[in-house]
């Protein structure tokens, strides 16, 4: 685990050329401490990622870990298995060493979300 002395981390977001984010296709570095999630962070730093409920239960904000570790102390609907699938909520997710993360993974996150019966199920998949 990589810290640096003032308990920051860097997070470098990827944001889909596919994202419906005005930042599609971009890559941004925030420099985020360790009791600011990654959701806050970015939006201070004018990465505007899209999120809804922000206590970890909508999965609206799902992102890729793609290095790095996060912790999600608050995250009402998160599990081993979700992390085990690479899978974070940006709105609970706090980083413990330098990270990057694909954002915008919603709609992956709800069908990997129904494959393993796992709520919301397959409720909320369009047809």
């Keep these: 685990m990589t810290q640096s002395s003032d308990d920051t981390w860097t997070v470098t977001i990827v944001v889909p050329e596919e994202s419906a ?3 599609a296709g971009e890559t ?3 420099e985020i401490s ?3 999630t990654i959701l806050a962070a970015a939006r201070s730093a004018g ?3 899209t999120a ?3 206590q970890g239960w909508c999965i609206t904000c799902a992102a890729r870990l793609v290095d790095g570790d996060v912790v999600h102390p608050n995250a009402r609907r998160y599990d081993t298995e979700d992390r085990e699938a690479g899978y974070i909520l940006t709105c609970t997710a706090k980083p413990r060493a ?5 954002v915008e993974q919603y ?4 069908e990997y979300r129904a494959a ?5 199920g397959s409720s909320k998949l369009s047809d």
């Design 21 to 23: 984010l005005d930042e």
């Design 47 to 49: 990465v505007w990622l």
């Design 107 to 110: 709609d992956e996150f709800l």
């Design 52 to 54: 809804d409920c922000q």
């Design 116 to 120: 393993n019966n796992k709520p919301p």
């Design 98 to 102: 330098d990270s990057t993360v694909v």
């Design 28 to 30: 941004h570095k925030v």
């Design 34 to 36: 360790e009791d600011e």
